[in-house]
């Protein structure tokens, strides 16, 4: 009873500040919906293609647009393309330079121009390489067959496309992400996932001042000198920063899903994903309230400290765009985990068998980070001081 008490407490001095109303309900809510306005629940991958109007360029265009992973759209001005994807008006740009036919009749390699946001990840240029290796494939062997046989190389051509089309084509079983349907590697629900995950850790960095603000004000010093142990009010401030924090996790999927469409996946997989990062986020506020004694102090420390470890983790950018190495140092952070939790929920259908592995991580740094803040709060709790 007692704990449910401080824990009570805790939570409504917290949800006293107006401005904490603001940060905890508010300002995730209004970032989503920006983030929905740019993406959209529907959001396709926009992919721009250059290219010169003729036979075998346009062969290529179409084997590259032969694909439900992204939306197409030819136009013939590689300057307006490059500004539209400066402006976000396009997600990849393919370039084929205007002597595509006459290089490659001629014998000679082309070298096609690609780009792209770092808002997709790297199965859109995984896409379109397969359709410019198909091409090449038939190409090469209208070569061979044009040296082989003596012939013209156009007509070699034509022999070759037309057997590419009648030999039977390799089968290939999709399992994961594109078997669920998933499609570019960055959306409205992976970006809201991004932002639950930001939020929930800034709130329960930033929740360190009230227990800075109670030991200062010695509230958990006169709690002791009542018949109330030290694990008790350990065990209250420890809950009441977790249902603050769980909260607004639970506030942000309720209101993302319910007013903007955002689909988190498995219901009650994402609900032990939320958990156990609100678990971490309570055992880093809880150690970061008890090692400082000074609000200012902490609470500029607590918000850069969770917006380096948010870009870090990929709660800015997504992981897929990382290279091998950041990825690795990525996941130190339990931003990585739960990014790589939602992902598995949002874009490949998973389940809680599929994010065991991430709660189980997420839960572990919670706990963890709870054990080694008990020990610091309880020596400040019990020293004169405070």
């Not at 988190?264 to 990062?277: D, K, R, S």
């Amino acid at each position: 009873m007692k704990l449910l008490t401080i824990a009570g407490n805790s939570l409504r001095r917290l949800l006293r500040d107006r401005a904490n109303i603001f940060f905890i309900f508010v300002l995730p809510i209004a970032l989503i919906l920006t983030l929905g306005i740019v993406f959209g629940a529907g959001f396709t991958t926009r992919v721009l293609v250059v290219a010169p109007d003729d036979e075998l360029a346009g062969d290529l265009v179409a084997a590259i647009a032969d694909t439900d992973v992204y939306e197409v759209r030819e136009t013939g001005d590689v300057d307006q393309a490059r500004r539209q994807l400066r402006r976000n008006e396009a997600d990849a740009l393919v370039v084929i330079p205007d002597t595509y036919t006459a290089d490659l009749l001629a014998g000679g390699t082309v070298e096609i121009g690609y780009a792209q946001s770092p808002n997709i990840g790297g199965e859109v240029r995984s896409v379109i390489e397969a359709a410019i290796t198909d091409e090449a494939s038939v190409l090469r062997a209208a070569r061979f067959g044009a040296g082989a046989a003596g012939t013209d190389q156009v007509v070699a051509l034509q022999t070759a496309e037309a057997l590419a089309a009648v030999i039977p084509a390799v089968a290939v079983d999709v399992e994961g992400e594109a078997a669920a349907g998933g499609g570019g590697g960055y959306s409205f629900d992976t970006a809201a996932a991004q932002q639950l995950l930001l939020f929930m850790f800034i709130t329960a960095l930033t929740s360190s001042t009230a227990l800075i603000q109670s030991r200062r004000l010695r509230v958990s010093q006169r709690m002791l000198s009542t018949p109330t142990s030290a694990g008790t009010i350990i065990a209250g401030e420890t809950l009441g920063r977790f249902l603050v924090v769980m909260l607004q996790g639970v506030f942000i999927v309720v209101a993302a899903g319910g007013l903007f469409g955002v689909a988190w996946g498995n219901v009650w997989a994402a609900i032990l994903v939320v958990i156990a990062f609100a678990l971490t986020g309570t055992g880093a506020g809880m150690l970061l309230g008890s090692t400082f004694s000074n609000e200012q102090q902490a609470g500029g420390i607590a918000v850069f400290l969770a917006l380096v470890l948010a870009a870090l983790g990929g709660s800015m950018a997504p992981l897929e765009i990382f290279p091998d190495t950041m990825v690795t140092v990525a996941h130190l952070t339990p931003h990585a985990w739960g990014n790589d939790a939602f992902a598995t929920l949002v874009r490949r259908g998973g389940g809680i068998a599929d994010v065991a592995t991430e709660i189980l991580v997420l839960t572990a740094y919670g706990l963890g980070l709870m054990a080694i803040a008990s020990v610091v709060f309880r020596r400040k709790l019990t020293r004169s001081g405070g």
